[in-house]
Protein backbone atom coordinates (compact mmCIF):
# COMPACT_ATOMS: atom_id res chain seq x y z
CA UNK A 1 0.00 0.00 0.00
CA UNK A 2 1.18 3.44 -1.09
CA UNK A 3 -0.26 7.13 -0.99
CA UNK A 4 0.08 9.91 -2.96
CA UNK A 5 -0.20 13.74 -1.62
CA UNK A 6 -1.01 16.65 -3.62
CA UNK A 7 1.82 18.32 -3.62
CA UNK A 8 -0.11 21.73 -2.67
CA UNK A 9 -1.51 20.19 0.48
CA UNK A 10 1.95 19.28 2.44
CA UNK A 11 2.78 23.01 4.06
CA UNK A 12 5.39 24.74 6.09
CA UNK A 13 3.47 24.60 9.43
CA UNK A 14 0.39 21.93 8.42
CA UNK A 15 -1.72 20.29 6.00
CA UNK A 16 -4.21 21.94 3.92
CA UNK A 17 -6.09 21.31 0.72
CA UNK A 18 -9.59 21.72 -1.01
CA UNK A 19 -11.58 19.10 0.45
CA UNK A 20 -12.80 16.78 -2.61
CA UNK A 21 -10.28 18.61 -4.71
CA UNK A 22 -6.42 18.49 -3.57
CA UNK A 23 -7.55 16.86 0.22
CA UNK A 24 -9.92 13.71 0.82
CA UNK A 25 -10.16 10.38 3.35
CA UNK A 26 -7.42 8.67 1.88
CA UNK A 27 -4.82 11.48 2.46
CA UNK A 28 -6.09 11.47 6.15
CA UNK A 29 -5.70 7.76 6.11
CA UNK A 30 -2.53 7.79 4.74
CA UNK A 31 -1.15 10.82 7.37
CA UNK A 32 -2.16 8.53 10.17
CA UNK A 33 -0.50 6.03 8.61
CA UNK A 34 2.85 8.19 8.57
CA UNK A 35 1.90 10.06 11.88
CA UNK A 36 1.14 6.70 13.97
CA UNK A 37 4.50 5.14 12.67
CA UNK A 38 6.69 8.09 13.36
CA UNK A 39 5.01 8.10 16.76
CA UNK A 40 5.67 4.09 16.96
CA UNK A 41 9.00 4.17 16.17
CA UNK A 42 9.86 6.95 18.63
CA UNK A 43 8.62 4.43 21.46
CA UNK A 44 5.04 5.74 22.16
CA UNK A 45 0.94 4.37 21.48
CA UNK A 46 -1.30 7.13 22.41
CA UNK A 47 -2.36 9.71 19.54
CA UNK A 48 -4.81 12.49 21.31
CA UNK A 49 -7.34 13.08 18.00
CA UNK A 50 -9.84 17.02 18.00
CA UNK A 51 -11.76 18.30 14.94
CA UNK A 52 -12.72 21.98 13.51
CA UNK A 53 -17.06 22.85 12.98
CA UNK A 54 -16.56 22.34 9.32
CA UNK A 55 -18.76 20.03 7.52
CA UNK A 56 -15.87 17.61 6.05
CA UNK A 57 -14.32 16.85 9.92
CA UNK A 58 -16.18 14.15 10.74
CA UNK A 59 -15.45 11.97 7.57
CA UNK A 60 -11.49 13.13 7.88
CA UNK A 61 -11.42 12.12 11.78
CA UNK A 62 -12.80 8.46 10.85
CA UNK A 63 -10.41 7.91 7.99
CA UNK A 64 -7.70 9.60 10.28
CA UNK A 65 -7.98 7.22 13.20
CA UNK A 66 -8.67 4.28 10.97
CA UNK A 67 -5.26 5.13 9.97
CA UNK A 68 -3.76 5.68 13.31
CA UNK A 69 -5.28 2.47 14.35
CA UNK A 70 -3.58 0.66 11.19
CA UNK A 71 -0.33 1.65 12.40
CA UNK A 72 -0.96 0.24 15.90
CA UNK A 73 -1.60 3.70 17.75
CA UNK A 74 -4.61 4.32 20.54
CA UNK A 75 -6.40 7.25 19.49
CA UNK A 76 -8.62 9.01 22.39
CA UNK A 77 -11.18 11.40 20.49
CA UNK A 78 -11.55 14.63 22.69
CA UNK A 79 -14.32 15.92 19.07
CA UNK A 80 -15.30 19.07 18.53
CA UNK A 81 -13.36 22.27 19.72
CA UNK A 82 -10.56 24.42 18.80
CA UNK A 83 -7.40 23.62 18.40
CA UNK A 84 -5.96 24.86 21.53
CA UNK A 85 -8.03 22.00 23.29
CA UNK A 86 -6.76 19.51 21.18
CA UNK A 87 -3.39 21.45 22.03
CA UNK A 88 -4.51 21.05 25.96
CA UNK A 89 -5.05 17.50 25.61
CA UNK A 90 -1.94 16.52 24.22
CA UNK A 91 -0.13 18.48 27.00
CA UNK A 92 -1.69 17.01 30.28
CA UNK A 93 -3.03 13.22 28.62
CA UNK A 94 -1.10 10.19 28.72
CA UNK A 95 -0.98 10.77 24.85
CA UNK A 96 2.32 10.72 23.11
CA UNK A 97 0.80 13.27 20.22
CA UNK A 98 -1.71 15.05 19.10
CA UNK A 99 -3.71 16.22 15.49
CA UNK A 100 -6.23 18.69 15.51
CA UNK A 101 -8.59 18.20 12.06
CA UNK A 102 -8.91 21.92 10.71
CA UNK A 103 -9.24 24.55 7.88
CA UNK A 104 -8.60 27.22 10.41
CA UNK A 105 -9.69 30.28 8.63
CA UNK A 106 -9.57 29.12 5.48
CA UNK A 107 -12.99 29.44 3.43
CA UNK A 108 -15.75 26.28 4.26
CA UNK A 109 -14.24 24.20 1.44
CA UNK A 110 -11.30 23.77 2.94
CA UNK A 111 -9.64 21.78 5.53
CA UNK A 112 -6.66 19.81 7.02
CA UNK A 113 -4.43 19.03 9.77
CA UNK A 114 -2.01 20.64 12.72
CA UNK A 115 0.26 18.45 14.81
CA UNK A 116 2.35 17.98 17.64
CA UNK A 117 4.92 15.35 18.31
CA UNK A 118 5.92 14.61 22.26
CA UNK A 119 4.94 18.08 23.11
CA UNK A 120 6.95 19.40 20.01
CA UNK A 121 5.51 21.28 16.69
CA UNK A 122 5.36 19.26 13.68
CA UNK A 123 6.14 21.09 10.82
CA UNK A 124 8.60 21.41 7.63
CA UNK A 125 10.85 18.75 7.27
CA UNK A 126 8.38 16.63 9.55
CA UNK A 127 5.17 17.23 7.38
CA UNK A 128 7.00 16.39 4.29
CA UNK A 129 8.22 12.99 5.73
CA UNK A 130 5.13 12.03 6.32
CA UNK A 131 4.80 12.41 2.22
CA UNK A 132 8.10 10.27 1.30
CA UNK A 133 6.57 7.53 4.01
CA UNK A 134 3.47 7.41 1.95
CA UNK A 135 4.82 7.24 -1.62
CA UNK A 136 7.33 3.83 -0.14
CA UNK A 137 4.25 2.29 2.17
CA UNK A 138 6.55 2.99 4.57
CA UNK A 139 4.19 2.45 7.86
CA UNK A 140 4.02 0.10 10.63
CA UNK A 141 1.74 -2.21 10.94
CA UNK A 142 -0.60 -2.76 13.46
CA UNK A 143 -4.31 -2.55 14.87
CA UNK A 144 -5.00 0.33 17.86
CA UNK A 145 -8.25 1.36 19.21
CA UNK A 146 -10.31 4.27 19.63
CA UNK A 147 -12.08 6.09 23.00
CA UNK A 148 -13.35 9.43 24.05
CA UNK A 149 -12.38 11.95 26.13
CA UNK A 150 -15.11 14.63 26.84
CA UNK A 151 -12.29 17.23 28.09
CA UNK A 152 -14.27 20.83 27.56
CA UNK A 153 -15.10 21.41 31.24
CA UNK A 154 -11.71 20.71 32.29
CA UNK A 155 -10.07 22.62 29.80
CA UNK A 156 -12.46 25.60 30.64
CA UNK A 157 -11.59 24.51 34.45
CA UNK A 158 -7.59 25.68 33.35
CA UNK A 159 -8.84 28.72 31.56
CA UNK A 160 -10.23 29.90 34.71
CA UNK A 161 -7.58 28.43 37.13
CA UNK A 162 -6.42 31.28 39.14
CA UNK A 163 -8.72 33.85 37.52
CA UNK A 164 -8.06 37.17 38.92
CA UNK A 165 -9.62 39.66 37.09
CA UNK A 166 -12.24 42.20 37.75
CA UNK A 167 -15.83 42.36 36.45
CA UNK A 168 -16.09 43.90 32.65
CA UNK A 169 -18.58 43.88 30.17
CA UNK A 170 -16.90 42.33 27.20
CA UNK A 171 -18.15 41.49 23.56
CA UNK A 172 -17.33 37.72 21.97
CA UNK A 173 -17.34 36.94 18.27
CA UNK A 174 -16.92 33.27 17.60
CA UNK A 175 -17.72 33.73 13.94
CA UNK A 176 -19.28 30.01 14.16
CA UNK A 177 -16.09 28.66 14.66
CA UNK A 178 -14.83 26.12 16.65
CA UNK A 179 -14.48 27.89 19.71
CA UNK A 180 -18.42 28.87 20.22
CA UNK A 181 -19.22 26.15 22.99
CA UNK A 182 -15.93 26.91 25.28
CA UNK A 183 -17.14 30.76 24.47
CA UNK A 184 -20.08 29.95 25.97
CA UNK A 185 -18.90 27.27 28.82
CA UNK A 186 -16.48 30.82 29.61
CA UNK A 187 -18.97 33.18 30.21
CA UNK A 188 -20.96 31.39 32.35
CA UNK A 189 -18.18 31.55 35.08
CA UNK A 190 -16.71 34.76 34.31
CA UNK A 191 -18.07 37.70 36.49
CA UNK A 192 -18.95 41.11 34.68
CA UNK A 193 -21.44 40.81 31.93
CA UNK A 194 -20.83 39.18 28.48
CA UNK A 195 -22.54 39.51 25.14
CA UNK A 196 -22.08 36.50 22.50
CA UNK A 197 -22.28 36.25 18.58
CA UNK A 198 -21.92 33.53 16.32
CA UNK A 199 -21.15 30.82 19.14
CA UNK A 200 -23.35 28.56 16.98
CA UNK A 201 -20.50 25.96 15.11
CA UNK A 202 -21.54 26.45 11.82
CA UNK A 203 -18.56 25.09 8.88
CA UNK A 204 -20.53 27.16 6.62
CA UNK A 205 -19.61 30.83 8.35
CA UNK A 206 -23.27 31.85 7.23
CA UNK A 207 -22.42 35.16 9.06
CA UNK A 208 -18.93 36.08 8.15
CA UNK A 209 -15.38 34.64 7.24
CA UNK A 210 -13.69 33.63 10.42
CA UNK A 211 -10.78 35.38 10.30
CA UNK A 212 -10.36 38.53 12.38
CA UNK A 213 -7.29 39.74 11.07
CA UNK A 214 -9.25 40.84 8.48
CA UNK A 215 -10.94 44.35 9.62
CA UNK A 216 -13.79 43.91 7.65
CA UNK A 217 -14.63 40.86 9.66
CA UNK A 218 -14.98 43.01 12.96
CA UNK A 219 -17.74 45.05 11.96
CA UNK A 220 -20.36 42.90 14.06
CA UNK A 221 -18.41 42.61 16.88
CA UNK A 222 -17.36 46.63 16.78
CA UNK A 223 -21.50 47.55 16.19
CA UNK A 224 -21.98 44.91 19.26
CA UNK A 225 -19.48 47.22 21.07
CA UNK A 226 -20.74 50.24 20.18
CA UNK A 227 -24.29 49.49 20.90
CA UNK A 228 -23.98 47.92 24.39
CA UNK A 229 -21.04 50.46 25.30
CA UNK A 230 -19.47 47.22 26.33
CA UNK A 231 -15.92 47.58 27.82
CA UNK A 232 -14.18 45.85 24.73
CA UNK A 233 -14.94 42.91 22.45
CA UNK A 234 -12.72 40.10 21.55
CA UNK A 235 -12.71 37.37 18.20
CA UNK A 236 -11.80 33.95 17.67
CA UNK A 237 -10.89 32.90 14.20
CA UNK A 238 -12.12 29.59 12.91
CA UNK A 239 -10.01 27.27 14.92
CA UNK A 240 -9.73 29.01 18.10
CA UNK A 241 -5.88 29.88 17.81
CA UNK A 242 -5.73 33.31 16.99
CA UNK A 243 -7.38 36.18 18.80
CA UNK A 244 -8.77 39.77 17.20
CA UNK A 245 -9.87 42.32 19.86
CA UNK A 246 -11.44 45.92 20.17
CA UNK A 247 -11.40 48.16 22.08
CA UNK A 248 -14.40 49.96 23.78
CA UNK A 249 -14.14 52.95 21.09
CA UNK A 250 -13.72 50.50 18.43
CA UNK A 251 -10.43 50.82 17.73
CA UNK A 252 -8.67 47.17 16.26
CA UNK A 253 -5.97 46.02 18.87
CA UNK A 254 -3.59 44.09 16.44
CA UNK A 255 -1.35 41.65 17.08
CA UNK A 256 1.73 43.11 18.11
CA UNK A 257 -0.45 46.04 20.03
CA UNK A 258 -1.74 42.70 21.97
CA UNK A 259 1.42 41.70 23.08
CA UNK A 260 2.61 45.40 24.12
CA UNK A 261 -0.29 44.89 26.72
CA UNK A 262 0.46 42.06 27.99
CA UNK A 263 4.44 42.40 28.22
CA UNK A 264 3.94 44.64 30.72
CA UNK A 265 2.28 41.98 33.47
CA UNK A 266 4.28 39.38 32.22
CA UNK A 267 7.37 41.06 32.38
CA UNK A 268 6.18 42.09 36.18
CA UNK A 269 5.90 38.66 37.16
CA UNK A 270 9.48 37.66 35.15
CA UNK A 271 11.42 40.63 35.12
CA UNK A 272 14.22 41.10 31.85
CA UNK A 273 12.49 38.13 30.13
CA UNK A 274 12.91 37.40 26.30
CA UNK A 275 9.51 38.38 24.60
CA UNK A 276 9.18 37.05 20.73
CA UNK A 277 7.31 38.69 17.73
CA UNK A 278 7.55 38.21 14.18
CA UNK A 279 9.27 40.07 11.89
CA UNK A 280 5.93 41.72 10.90
CA UNK A 281 5.29 43.43 14.08
CA UNK A 282 5.56 47.26 14.98
CA UNK A 283 9.09 48.86 16.33
CA UNK A 284 6.87 50.41 19.14
CA UNK A 285 6.50 46.88 20.49
CA UNK A 286 10.02 46.09 20.55
CA UNK A 287 10.77 49.74 21.75
CA UNK A 288 7.81 49.05 24.83
CA UNK A 289 9.46 45.28 25.43
CA UNK A 290 12.78 47.25 26.30
CA UNK A 291 11.28 50.17 28.04
CA UNK A 292 9.76 47.38 30.61
CA UNK A 293 13.06 46.00 31.23
CA UNK A 294 12.18 43.16 28.92
CA UNK A 295 14.64 41.84 25.92
CA UNK A 296 13.00 41.86 22.63
CA UNK A 297 13.72 39.26 20.13
CA UNK A 298 12.31 39.62 16.25
CA UNK A 299 11.75 36.33 15.06
CA UNK A 300 10.58 34.33 11.76
CA UNK A 301 7.06 34.69 10.94
CA UNK A 302 5.11 31.01 11.34
CA UNK A 303 3.19 29.58 14.99
CA UNK A 304 5.84 26.26 14.88
CA UNK A 305 9.31 28.59 14.41
CA UNK A 306 8.09 30.84 17.34
CA UNK A 307 6.68 27.84 19.96
CA UNK A 308 10.23 26.50 18.54
CA UNK A 309 12.27 29.65 19.49
CA UNK A 310 10.10 30.35 22.53
CA UNK A 311 11.64 26.67 23.70
CA UNK A 312 15.18 27.95 22.76
CA UNK A 313 15.61 30.93 24.92
CA UNK A 314 12.81 30.24 27.78
CA UNK A 315 10.89 33.19 26.61
CA UNK A 316 7.52 33.45 29.07
CA UNK A 317 5.31 35.51 26.13
CA UNK A 318 5.68 35.29 22.10
CA UNK A 319 3.01 36.79 19.55
CA UNK A 320 2.40 37.17 15.53
CA UNK A 321 0.26 40.17 13.59
CA UNK A 322 -1.41 37.10 12.76
CA UNK A 323 -3.24 36.62 16.40
CA UNK A 324 -1.32 33.60 16.94
CA UNK A 325 -0.39 34.69 20.94
CA UNK A 326 1.56 32.18 23.14
CA UNK A 327 1.91 32.36 26.80
CA UNK A 328 4.00 30.05 28.31
CA UNK A 329 4.14 31.85 31.83
CA UNK A 330 1.50 29.62 33.91
CA UNK A 331 0.71 28.30 30.79
CA UNK A 332 1.98 25.84 27.90
CA UNK A 333 3.55 27.69 25.56
CA UNK A 334 1.11 26.73 22.57
CA UNK A 335 -1.16 29.70 21.06
CA UNK A 336 -4.65 30.12 22.63
CA UNK A 337 -7.01 32.50 21.50
CA UNK A 338 -8.86 31.50 24.65
CA UNK A 339 -6.35 31.87 27.09
CA UNK A 340 -5.22 35.36 25.34
CA UNK A 341 -8.91 36.74 25.60
CA UNK A 342 -8.62 35.79 29.65
CA UNK A 343 -5.25 37.05 29.92
CA UNK A 344 -6.47 40.71 28.51
CA UNK A 345 -8.78 40.74 31.24
CA UNK A 346 -5.92 40.06 33.38
CA UNK A 347 -3.97 43.01 32.15
CA UNK A 348 -6.84 45.47 32.16
CA UNK A 349 -6.79 44.00 36.24
CA UNK A 350 -3.79 44.56 37.34
CA UNK A 351 -2.89 47.64 35.25
CA UNK A 352 -5.79 49.21 36.92
CA UNK A 353 -6.86 50.57 33.16
CA UNK A 354 -9.10 50.02 31.11
CA UNK A 355 -8.99 48.00 27.78
CA UNK A 356 -9.29 51.32 25.96
CA UNK A 357 -6.90 53.47 27.99
CA UNK A 358 -4.10 50.27 27.64
CA UNK A 359 -5.24 50.61 23.67
CA UNK A 360 -4.69 55.06 23.66
CA UNK A 361 -1.29 54.75 25.31
CA UNK A 362 0.19 52.78 22.56
CA UNK A 363 1.81 55.01 19.83
CA UNK A 364 0.17 55.55 16.73
CA UNK A 365 1.98 54.14 13.98
CA UNK A 366 0.78 54.78 10.41
CA UNK A 367 1.31 51.17 8.59
CA UNK A 368 0.26 49.41 5.14
CA UNK A 369 -1.69 46.05 5.79
CA UNK A 370 -0.16 42.87 4.66
CA UNK A 371 0.31 43.47 1.03
CA UNK A 372 0.86 40.23 -1.07
CA UNK A 373 1.82 40.11 -4.86
CA UNK A 374 2.24 36.65 -6.84
CA UNK A 375 5.69 35.74 -7.76
CA UNK A 376 6.43 32.52 -9.29
CA UNK A 377 7.93 29.56 -6.82
CA UNK A 378 11.26 29.16 -8.12
CA UNK A 379 11.95 33.35 -8.17
CA UNK A 380 10.12 34.40 -4.67
CA UNK A 381 13.25 33.17 -2.43
CA UNK A 382 15.62 34.16 -5.39
CA UNK A 383 14.31 37.84 -5.65
CA UNK A 384 14.56 38.11 -1.45
CA UNK A 385 18.34 37.05 -1.91
CA UNK A 386 19.10 39.29 -4.62
CA UNK A 387 17.57 42.32 -2.25
CA UNK A 388 19.63 41.40 0.73
CA UNK A 389 22.50 41.63 -1.64
CA UNK A 390 21.53 44.72 -3.33
CA UNK A 391 20.79 46.40 0.29
CA UNK A 392 24.53 45.00 1.86
CA UNK A 393 26.18 47.07 -1.20
CA UNK A 394 24.57 49.81 -0.21
CA UNK A 395 25.61 49.51 3.20
CA UNK A 396 21.42 49.99 4.21
CA UNK A 397 20.50 48.97 8.12
CA UNK A 398 18.65 46.47 7.72
CA UNK A 399 17.29 42.29 9.24
CA UNK A 400 17.29 39.22 7.73
CA UNK A 401 15.64 37.28 10.65
CA UNK A 402 13.71 36.43 7.97
CA UNK A 403 13.54 37.97 4.26
CA UNK A 404 14.58 41.70 4.57
CA UNK A 405 13.46 43.98 7.25
CA UNK A 406 15.05 47.74 6.35
CA UNK A 407 15.45 50.81 9.07
CA UNK A 408 15.60 54.01 7.88
CA UNK A 409 15.01 57.50 9.39
CA UNK A 410 11.09 56.85 8.47
CA UNK A 411 10.80 53.71 9.94
CA UNK A 412 10.58 50.54 8.50
CA UNK A 413 10.14 48.48 5.41
CA UNK A 414 9.89 44.92 5.31
CA UNK A 415 9.72 42.04 2.27
CA UNK A 416 9.58 38.15 2.90
CA UNK A 417 8.63 35.00 0.81
CA UNK A 418 5.93 33.15 2.32
CA UNK A 419 6.58 29.77 3.02
CA UNK A 420 3.16 28.36 2.31
CA UNK A 421 2.02 30.69 -0.96
CA UNK A 422 3.65 31.68 -4.07
CA UNK A 423 3.48 35.35 -3.21
CA UNK A 424 6.06 37.78 -2.15
CA UNK A 425 4.99 39.77 1.41
CA UNK A 426 5.63 43.79 2.22
CA UNK A 427 5.00 45.55 5.23
CA UNK A 428 5.96 49.02 5.78
CA UNK A 429 5.15 50.88 9.14
CA UNK A 430 6.02 55.14 9.43
CA UNK A 431 5.71 58.23 12.07
CA UNK A 432 4.04 60.01 8.87
CA UNK A 433 2.10 59.61 5.59
CA UNK A 434 4.88 61.38 3.70
CA UNK A 435 7.50 58.53 5.29
CA UNK A 436 5.41 55.95 4.62
CA UNK A 437 5.17 57.13 0.85
CA UNK A 438 9.09 57.15 0.64
CA UNK A 439 9.11 53.26 2.20
CA UNK A 440 6.64 52.04 -0.45
CA UNK A 441 8.60 53.72 -2.95
CA UNK A 442 11.69 52.14 -1.58
CA UNK A 443 9.94 48.63 -1.76
CA UNK A 444 8.63 49.80 -5.52
CA UNK A 445 12.54 50.63 -6.61
CA UNK A 446 13.66 46.91 -5.17
CA UNK A 447 11.00 44.71 -6.83
CA UNK A 448 11.47 46.79 -9.93
CA UNK A 449 15.41 45.76 -10.09
CA UNK A 450 14.41 42.15 -9.44
CA UNK A 451 11.74 42.62 -12.35
CA UNK A 452 8.45 42.68 -10.55
CA UNK A 453 5.99 45.45 -9.74
CA UNK A 454 3.36 45.19 -6.23
CA UNK A 455 0.65 45.87 -7.97
CA UNK A 456 -3.29 47.49 -6.60
CA UNK A 457 -3.63 46.60 -3.03
CA UNK A 458 -6.53 47.16 -1.26
CA UNK A 459 -5.81 50.05 1.61
CA UNK A 460 -2.81 52.73 0.56
Given at each position: ?????????????????I???????????????????????????????????R?????????????????????????????????Y??????????????G??????????????????????????????????????????????????????????????????????????????????????L?????????????????H???????????D????????K?D??????????????????????????????????????????????????????F?????????????????S?????????????????????????????????L????????????????????????????????????????????????????????GE?????????????D???????????????????????E?????????????????????PQ???
Open positions: MTHTFDPTTLREYDIRGVGETLGPDDARAIGRGFGTLIRRAGGTHVAVGRDGDSSPMLEEALVEGLNASGCDVISIGLGPTPMLYAEATLEVDGGIQITSHNPANYNGFKMVFQHRPFFGRDIQALGIMADKGDWEEGSGTCGTADIADMYVDRLMAGYAGGEYRIGWDAGNGAAGPIVEKLVERPGEHFTLFTDVDGNFPNHPDPTDEANLALKKLVADNLFGVAFDGDGDRIGAVDGLGRVIWGDQLLAIYAEPVLKADPGATIIADVKASSALDRIEELGGDPLMWKTGHLIKQKMKETGSPLAGEMSGHIFFAQDYYGFDDAYAAIQLIRAASTSGKSVTELRGELPEMINTPEMRFQVSEDRKFAVIDEVLDRLAEADYEEVDGARVNTDGWWLLRASNTQDVLVARAEAKSEGLKRLLHQIDAQLAESGLERGAGH
